[in-house]
């Protein structure tokens, strides 16, 4: 029988993160609440001639800081040299050993599992571009692929080929901490870690894993990822001023910020954070998941699936809206999102739509695609533990239409019980997570 | 809730033996390759010239007509999950949004949707104008590419080729409204996929899901990089019906191909309610990895994949004594073919000789994110029609393999049946179908 008689609760007891506004918790979780911006030109390749110049990049990273043996990561993507800084973080918060085949942590590896919404490495633009410019005749507007593959064969490397999968963040992982027990990957656009924080704690509540690393790690910037999003027109083109170029919910918004990075939580069942004594940073208590199955080009108009998501998640808690105090919104700044997404909100909260708070970190960060979900969670808790919810900086022009308390510019001192991750991915993807601070019960 | 079963309603498979489930079946117990010289692009300078591709279709016959404007969104990887997706919902007697509005007998919430995909290669011919004009001495110049290239990119590109595109296309075609995921754990994906739909069901988050995978690997890209990893075979490129030899002492390599497999799983009592009809259960499911510095290739002994298949079969509360078949995931590289076996072998103990082991992948490639579903809808039909055809291409055992590869078709009862599954990067999954009994 597929298991679903174990309801274990799930506390998370770890949490790691490495993004464009620090290498760590608390660096980072400053830098949110002093307003900074993560922001700025790309340095990654040459953007200068792309409609958008600037992004969110995590700078100055160095893996060696994390591991002893950097050598086993070294032809990992930027998704999964990221995905290890944050995952020995988390794991050292939670009192697991990385990097050894004897680990004196007592935990039973077939027990640890890894979930992670994480996304491809960049191609070898090199070589991917070179191939395709050696074969192409435009004459006839046809490849010579002997012609192309005496390049890509020469050009193209095999591990980093290798490492362009999207399931290789998750091979590094297991690597890293030993973990034999449910290992998966999902890729749904910007939803992809908060389905896999929700994923990875049903895999804890049913009891197939005690112990699960969860989380994201992605960058989509890279040439391809972002002509992607170029021609999408969904990235803002504000080359002007990067730092306020995303401003959820003000009328001048006009695209997100692409991001990059890499955040990771350590879920684990009630029973066995107890038994081990670790300390209990909130509870998982609820998760939603829908499909827009509208447009895969547009949300739905009303946010019937962000609705839908939202509903499943509180219904799964055990709470109701009324419960909720804050919400950790998608908020991309995008025209699309932001105002559906406040629809969606009002829907669900109904009378207190207007006392629920609500912000975007995506104003700081940028937006991390598959990693976004993961590291917004993260600062909910962290909105928990300091009784501090962070802002949306760059809220300097509201939009008359959407007037729901997103937080503007200032942090508010506030007590968090219960707080609701929320994630829309393209296509309509949408998945939302509740977590509450913890009480022993 | 406890005690939630989880059926097999539905099947659909497109695979380089044909665009359904019936076609698949019959080439495999005809034990005929799907296996060719590919066609789609010209090979002759890729070490392997070989591929399993799928015959021609027109996937405008596939989609009701207000949606055959979004066809035009599809990369190959979403047409195949459409084809599939469209077998198995119409062999599942679901009446969705594109079977026909007007009879529509399922509630959308209460549909999920749960595929595997592969990383969706795009095709180099639609970039290459774009490329062409972003040349200084015929090199490729970015500051001319983000000027002036870029603009020849077709605006909906990069929706082609995100692999959450399978599921959120079949789930706007079905109307599926419910939980909806995309699985991306390369040539596991769809195992997994299967796996956590299951899991859905018995939670209670939805009562009917369709799962699965789909992947279109002949495409250069995915060719060369294949090529690259030595992961292919070399040495049978005029020979393409012998080429893919998973278990055999020749084997030396991998041929990868086009598929797409799906299933529709439903809560037992939904169906029953309806009156469907019932193929077979999914009764377990594990999972784990494999750990290898080299993680090209899964540990020697397998062991990643033993644990999946003890946890699987913990979760059916069966031995191995219980199960009648195993199709591996079987990929003709032999020294993960070994692994595979010992790793098996490990898990089922005594039984390995008795246990019949039948790799489809001599037969239908290594469609990467569909070997799952394709799998998974061979070991339906095989329980079906109690019948399990010979292995192809495994003449001579090789050596240190204890799996006792099924070398003639025979008629036999199959209680239960294991598909089980790994990829490069280590995850593994095992996933257990038993035959129905009312």
């Known amino acids: ?96 050993n990385v990097e050894t085949d004897e680990p004196a942590d007592g935990i039973d590896r077939k027990r640890i599992g890894i979930y992670l919404g994480a996304g491809e490495g960049a191609a070898n633009h090199e070589a991917f571009f070179g191939a395709i410019a050696a074969g192409w005749d435009d004459q006839t507007n046809a490849m010579d692929w002997t012609k192309w593959a005496d390049v890509a064969a020469v050009q193209m490397r095999a591990m980093h080929e290798l490492e362009q999968e999207a ?48 989380g994201g790690a992605h960058s989509m910037i890279h040439p391809l990822g972002q002509t992607g999003f170029n021609r999408l027109t969904a990235l803002s083109k504000r080359n002007d001023s990067p730092q306020t170029a995303s401003r959820p919910f003000t009328a001048s918004r006009d695209g997100f910020v692409l991001g990059e990075g890499a955040a990771i939580v350590i879920l684990e069942s009630l029973t066995s954070a107890k038994k081990r004594g670790v300390k209990i940073l909130a509870e998982i208590i609820g998760y939603g998941s829908s499909s827009d199955a509208f447009r895969v080009t547009d949300m739905h108009e009303e946010g019937r699936g962000a609705i839908q998501a939202m509903e499943a998640a509180i219904t799964d808690a055990g709470i109701t809206y009324k419960d909720v105090n804050y919400v950790n919104a998608h908020g991309t700044s995008t025209s699309e999102n932001d105002s559906i997404e406040t629809k969606a909100i009002k829907a669900v909260f109904k009378e207190r739509a207007k006392q629920i708070v609500v912000s975007s970190i995506k104003s700081s960060m940028g937006h991390l695609i598959g990693a976004a979900g993961g590291a917004e969670l993260i600062t909910c808790v962290l909105a928990i533990r300091d009784g501090i919810v962070p802002a949306t900086i760059n809220l300097n022009d509201p939009d008359p239409q959407l007037d729901l308390d997103y937080v503007p510019n200032t942090p508010r001192k506030m007590q968090v019980n219960v707080a609701m991750k929320e994630s829309f991915g393209f296509g309509g993807q949408n998945n939302v997570v509740i977590v509450r601070k913890y009480e022993d019960r | 809730m406890g005690r939630t079963r989880v059926a097999i309603t539905g099947i659909g498979a497109v695979s380089p033996l044909g665009l359904t489930s019936a076609r698949m079946w019959e080439g495999l117990c005809a034990g005929k390759s799907g296996i060719k010289r590919i066609t789609k692009f010209e090979p002759s300078k890729f070490t392997c010239q070989l591929a399993g591709e799928v015959e021609e279709y027109k996937i405008q016959q596939y989609v009701p007509k207000s949606f055959r404007k979004a066809t035009k969104m599809m990369s190959k990887d979403i047409e195949l999950a459409v084809i599939a997706a469209d077998e198995a919902v119409r062999d599942s007697g679901l009446i969705t949004k594109a079977i026909d509005e007007q009879k529509i007998n399922v509630n959308p919430q209460r549909m999920a949707i749960n595929l595997g995909a592969g990383l969706i290669s795009c095709d180099p011919c639609e970039l290459a104008p774009a490329v062409a004009k972003s040349l200084t001495d015929s090199n490729f110049d970015i500051q001319k590419w983000g000027k002036d290239g870029i603009e020849l990119v077709t605006p909906l590109w990069l929706l082609k080729y995100l692999p959450n595109m399978l599921a959120c296309h079949v789930g706007i075609i079905h109307d599926v409204q419910g939980p909806s995921n995309t699985i ?28 699965g995978g789909a992947e279109s690997k002949v495409n250069p890209v995915l060719i060369m990089r294949q090529c690259l990893i030595n992961r292919t075979t070399n ?47 999914i009764i377990g499911a594990g999972q784990s990895a494999c750990i290898n510095p080299i993680y090209e290739h899964i540990e020697p002994d397998g062991y990643g994949l033993t644990i999946a298949i003890e946890k699987a079969l913990a979760q ?45 992948k001599s037969m239908l490639s290594n469609t990467g994110a569909a070997c799952g579903g394709l799998d998974v809808v061979a070991a339906t039909l095989a329980i079906r029609d109690g019948v399990i055809p010979a292995a192809k291409n495994c003449v001579k055992k090789a050596a240190g393999c204890n799996l006792n590869i099924v070398k003639e078709t025979i008629k036999t009862n199959i209680r239960h049946a294991l598909c089980c599954g790994y990829t490069y990067g280590g995850q593994t999954a095992a996933v257990i179908l038993k035959k129905f009994e009312n």
Not at chain 1, 45 to 63: C, G, H, L, M, Q
Not at chain 2, 247 to 260: P, R
Request: charged fraction near 20%.
């Open chain 2, 235 to 281: 040495k049978h490129n005029d020979n393409a019906e012998g080429a893919c030899r998973p278990f055999d002492s020749d084997a030396s390599g991998s041929v990868f191909g086009d598929g797409g497999g799906i299933v529709v799983l439903e809560n037992l009592d939904n169906a029953t309610k309806r009156g469907a009809k019932i193929y077979a259960e």
């Open chain 1, 167 to 214: 399931n290789m963040p998750a091979a590094h992982l297991s690597m890293l901490t030993g973990a034999r027990g449910p290992i998966r990957s999902c890729l749904t656009a910007c939803a992809a870690s908060t389905q896999a924080v929700g994923e990875a704690s049903m895999t804890i509540r049913r009891g197939d894993a005690d112990i699960m690393i969860a």
């Open chain 2, 316 to 360: 059916a509360n069966i031995s191995p004594e219980d199960i009648d078949l195993i199709i591996p995931h079987g990929t003709g590289i032999p020294q993960d073919d070994m692994a595979e076996a010992k790793g098996i072998e490990a898990a089922i103990g005594e039984d390995v000789k008795r246990i019949l082991v039948w790799p489809t």
């Open chain 2, 184 to 211: 991306t754990c390369a040539e596991v994906s769809g195992h997994i996929a299967i796996a956590e739909a299951a899991e859905v069901i018995a939670r209670g988050n939805s009562d009917i899901a369709l799962a």
């Open chain 1, 1 to 96: 029988m597929i298991q679903n008689e174990k309801k274990e609760r799930v506390v998370i007891t770890g949490m790691g993160i490495v993004c464009p506004l620090g290498h760590d918790i608390e660096t980072t979780w400053q830098a949110i609440l002093a307003g900074k911006s993560g922001v700025a030109k790309t340095t990654i390749f040459d953007a200068s001639t792309f409609p958008t110049t600037f992004s969110a990049e995590v700078k100055n990273y160095d893996i060696a800081k994390f591991v002893k043996n950097p050598d086993l990561h070294k032809n990992g993507n930027r998704g999964s040299k990221f995905a290890v800084g944050a995952a020995v973080q988390a794991c050292r918060q939670a009192g697991i």
